[in-house]
């Protein structure tokens, strides 16, 4: 049997090595390494100590040594034999209970079903024939079976099979089948399928606090159903109204259970969502001048307008720019970190050379560029945790995303054609990753037509560019200029540093341009009292973990946060961004900018300014 099979792991008659028992248990002498001839000779001159012997084991219940039997024929049949011998045995009715569902997946990986419009109507024929037939070995892997038929109903179109077929995994312990409607979530909103999702939630939604309460399932559970159902039901709301209003009543009473909304995300999202166009923006409003928090609000609102802008032209289903909306942001505000990073170059890596380079300005902090974007797509395909919609979503939507800027000015069309170009190579690696993570067909049919060179040239010869494309190419806004140090004094940089487990304790801490991230460190251990004994590592994204935008302790394996000259990191008024201390215990502190002064009265530096709440305990909590 494969080492994979479900049949036979956990039966009496396999072993952990996944040899038979009769083939895994030696004779003591043997695996002794000692002859048998030569045992019996040491016997005669003095009695060997005697060992209970082994227990029998158990025998090997005839209907498992069946299944084995058949699973061994099985492997041995081509694809019509398989198909044979599971009809067979369904209805000779000795079919054991996982034999099943490894024989239908055995079936179905045997061919291409994404492309293979008579294959998926033969394995639903099956899986139909199982139903009927003995409907306790179907209601056993539902889950499973209800997957892979959604996933042919969208490859055959066949959207009016979506409903029951989710509604199906309310009908399953909510425990056996909840990993798998997690992942079916993605795969639903790319397609526009919230009502079945909404539906199929408030059915599931008892279950599910049922058990979480009896700890059948991780207590986050809940929450993040919850979550998932908001954001559904706030945008499939948004489509369906007629005066979309982030107080409305009826949304509010239909989502109460599930959660509440951030109140400023909902009144962001109906205002943005319903507008009939986007705002006069200009390409200052995201220029080298704007400090980090307004960059990231009016980013925001930037999305919401784009996802907007997509339903008025294409009819793109809220649900399905969202998966878009969300990585993008992610990847700007990370590109944001790491500004210094231009044509792929990526940023210093030397562990003894972090000090910056002078940064090359940018065309747009709105450009996805292509180093960044390779980066943040290859996150999206974890080991445990792929997510291969939310990035088919972002590598569709990226050349619409392009577009979009130039038709409101806040790129040149020369740049648009710039950027698409670099990031071209970008849609036949994800068709890859797509095909190989088990996106549907339809999915990645899509990026390949988004990106294909009719569309790419419908985008460039759109003639609502024409005016744009003649103009010049607007020259880069100056940088804003370095802070200078006013004669005898000194220029300071003043962080607001706020622990993450209880926001309501933070420090101000002024430090000297010339000092650096190691200094910075100390300060604050100092400022919470903590030893200085373990690991610390800054991370300039604010994302834990993050080794492209990490410096970290020097005897870390990052870059050198003892070689980072704070006055070098080119920081923007409030920007943040994290520091960890302690790999193990994992302190959590945001750091963000909140004053300059040219003008700081020399002295010693870091200095704790001011200290607000009760220090955390290093050690065992508060």
Same mark, same amino acid.
């Given at each position: 049997?494969?080492?994979?099979?479900?049949?036979?792991?956990?039966?009496?008659?396999?072993?952990?090595?996944?040899? &038979?028992?009769?083939?895994?248990?030696?004779?003591?002498?043997?695996?002794?390494?000692?002859?048998?001839?030569?045992?019996?000779?040491?016997?005669? %001159?003095?009695?060997?100590?005697?060992? #209970?012997?082994?227990?029998?084991?158990?025998?090997?219940?005839?209907?498992?040594?069946?299944?084995?039997?058949?699973?061994?024929?099985?492997?041995?049949?081509?694809?019509?034999?398989?198909?044979?011998? @599971?009809?067979?045995?369904?209805?000779?009715?000795?079919?054991?209970?996982?034999?099943?569902?490894?024989?239908?997946?055995?079936?179905?990986?045997?061919?291409?079903?994404?492309?293979?419009?008579?294959?998926?109507?033969?394995?639903?024929?099956?899986?139909?024939?199982?139903?009927?037939?003995?409907?306790?070995?179907?209601?056993?892997?539902?889950?499973?079976?209800?997957?892979?038929?959604?996933?042919?109903?969208?490859?055959?179109?066949?959207?009016?099979?979506?409903?029951?077929?989710?509604?199906?995994?309310?009908?399953?312990?909510?425990?056996?089948?909840?990993?798998?409607?997690?992942?079916? +979530?993605?795969?639903?909103?790319?397609?526009?399928?919230?009502?079945?999702?909404?539906?199929? %939630?408030?059915?599931?939604?008892?279950?599910?606090?049922?058990?979480?309460?009896?700890?059948?399932?991780?207590?986050?559970?809940?929450?993040?159903?919850?979550?998932?159902?908001?954001?559904?039901?706030?945008?499939?709301?948004?489509?369906?109204?007629?005066?979309?209003?982030?107080?409305?009543?009826?949304?509010?009473?239909?989502?109460?259970?599930?959660?509440?909304?951030?109140?400023?995300?909902?009144?962001?999202?109906?205002?943005? !969502?319903?507008?009939?166009?986007?705002? #006069?923006?200009?390409?200052?409003?995201?220029?080298?001048?704007?400090?980090?928090?307004?960059?990231?609000?009016? !980013?925001?609102? =930037? !999305? @919401?307008?784009?996802?907007?802008?997509?339903?008025?032209?294409?009819?793109?289903?809220?649900?399905?720019?969202?998966?878009?909306?969300?990585?993008?942001?992610?990847?700007?505000?990370?590109?944001?970190?790491?500004?210094?990073?231009?044509?792929?170059?990526?940023?210093?890596?030397?562990? &003894?050379?972090?000090?910056?380079?002078?940064?090359?300005?940018?065309?747009?902090?709105?450009?996805?560029?292509?180093?960044?974007?390779?980066?943040? =797509?290859?996150?999206? @395909?974890?080991?445990?945790?792929?997510? #291969?919609?939310?990035?088919?979503?972002?590598?569709?939507?990226?050349?619409?995303?392009?577009?979009?800027?130039?038709?409101?000015?806040? +790129?040149?069309?020369?740049?648009?054609?710039?950027?698409?170009?670099?990031?071209?190579?970008?849609?036949?690696?994800?068709?890859?990753?797509?095909?190989?993570?088990?996106?549907?067909?339809?999915?990645?049919? *899509?990026?390949?037509?988004?990106?294909?060179?009719?569309?790419?040239?419908?985008?460039?010869?759109?003639?609502?560019?024409?005016?744009?494309?003649?103009?010049?190419?607007?020259?880069?806004?100056?940088?804003?200029?370095?802070?200078?140090?006013?004669?005898?004094?000194?220029?300071?940089?003043?962080?607001?540093?706020?622990?993450?487990?209880?926001?309501?304790?933070?420090?101000?801490?002024?430090?000297?341009?010339?000092?650096?991230?190691?200094?910075?460190?100390?300060? %604050?251990?100092?400022?919470?009292? @903590?030893?200085?004994?373990?690991?610390?590592?800054?991370?300039?994204?604010?994302?834990?973990?993050?080794?492209?935008?990490?410096? *970290?302790?020097?005897?870390?394996?990052?870059?050198?946060?003892?070689?980072?000259?704070?006055?070098?990191?080119?920081?923007?008024?409030?920007?943040?961004?994290?520091?960890?201390?302690?790999?193990?215990?994992?302190?959590?502190?945001?750091?963000?900018?909140?004053?300059?002064?040219?003008?700081?009265?020399?002295?010693?530096?870091?200095?704790?300014?001011?200290?607000?709440?009760?220090? #955390?305990?290093?050690?065992?909590?508060?």
């Amino acid at each position: 049997m494969p080492a994979n099979s479900k049949l036979g792991r956990n039966d009496p008659c396999w072993c952990g090595s996944g040899k &038979k028992y009769k083939h895994c248990h030696m004779r003591q002498d043997q695996a002794e390494g000692v002859e048998p001839a030569a045992a019996s000779a040491l016997a005669a %001159i003095a009695p060997l100590p005697t060992e #209970p012997a082994a227990p029998e084991p158990p025998p090997v219940p005839p209907e498992i040594e069946a299944a084995n039997t058949r699973w061994e024929q099985f492997e041995a049949a081509d694809l019509e034999g398989e198909v044979a011998l @599971f009809l067979e045995t369904l209805a000779s009715g000795e079919m054991v209970r996982e034999e099943a569902y490894e024989m239908l997946q055995g079936i179905r990986d045997k061919t291409d079903l994404r492309r293979d419009p008579q294959a998926r109507a033969r394995y639903a024929e099956l899986v139909e024939r199982l139903r009927q037939d003995a409907p306790d070995l179907y209601r056993h892997d539902r889950p499973y079976y209800h997957e892979n038929l959604i996933n042919d109903a969208i490859a055959d179109g066949r959207w009016e099979a979506i409903p029951d077929l989710v509604a199906g995994f309310a009908e399953a312990p909510v425990e056996r089948g909840i990993d798998i409607f997690f992942r079916l +979530i993605g795969r639903l909103m790319y397609h526009g399928q919230t009502e079945p999702l909404i539906n199929t %939630i408030k059915q599931m939604w008892s279950g599910v606090l049922d058990s979480v309460a009896s700890d059948k399932l991780m207590p986050w559970t809940s929450d993040e159903l919850g979550g998932e159902f908001l954001l559904v039901a706030s945008y499939q709301y948004m489509e369906t109204a007629e005066t979309p209003r982030a107080d409305d009543p009826a949304l509010l009473e239909v989502t109460a259970p599930y959660g509440t909304f951030n109140t400023e995300w909902l009144e962001q999202a109906v205002r943005c !969502l319903s507008a009939p166009s986007p705002s #006069p923006w200009q390409r200052a409003d995201f220029g080298q001048a704007v400090d980090a928090e307004q960059w990231a609000d009016d !980013l925001g609102v =930037l !999305l @919401f307008e784009f996802m907007a802008d997509q339903r008025r032209r294409t009819g793109m289903p809220f649900s399905k720019s969202e998966l878009a909306r969300q990585q993008l942001f992610g990847l700007l505000h990370q590109q944001f970190a790491e500004p210094e990073e231009t044509g792929g170059e990526g940023r210093i890596r030397a562990k &003894k050379r972090a000090r910056r380079q002078p940064v090359v300005q940018p065309s747009s902090s709105l450009v996805p560029r292509y180093a960044s974007s390779d980066r943040h =797509l290859v996150g999206l @395909f974890g080991f445990l945790s792929a997510q #291969p919609y939310k990035a088919a979503a972002l590598t569709e939507l990226l050349p619409a995303y392009l577009h979009f800027l130039a038709r409101l000015g806040l +790129i040149h069309p020369t740049e648009m054609d710039t950027a698409l170009g670099s990031l071209r190579p970008l849609a036949g690696h994800m068709r890859t990753a797509l095909d190989s993570y088990g996106a549907d067909i339809v999915a990645v049919q *899509a990026v390949e037509a988004a990106w294909s060179e009719p569309a790419l040239a419908a985008l460039r010869d759109d003639p609502a560019l024409a005016e744009a494309r003649a103009a010049l190419l607007p020259e880069l806004a100056p940088l804003p200029p370095k802070p200078v140090a006013k004669p005898g004094a000194v220029l300071t940089y003043t962080f607001k540093v706020t622990y993450q487990r209880k926001r309501s304790v933070w420090q101000l801490i002024e430090i000297a341009e010339d000092q650096t991230l190691d200094d910075l460190h100390y300060a %604050i251990l100092s400022a919470v009292d @903590f030893d200085s004994d373990h690991l610390y590592s800054f991370y300039m994204s604010g994302r834990a973990w993050d080794d492209t935008t990490e410096y *970290a302790s020097p005897y870390g394996e990052g870059p050198s946060a003892e070689e980072v000259i704070i006055g070098d990191l080119s920081l923007r008024m409030k920007q943040k961004f994290l520091y960890l201390f302690d790999y193990g215990d994992e302190h959590r502190f945001d750091v963000q900018l909140v004053g300059i002064n040219p003008e700081a009265a020399k002295g010693d530096y870091p200095k704790l300014v001011e200290s607000h709440g009760k220090a #955390p305990r290093q050690y065992g909590g508060w």
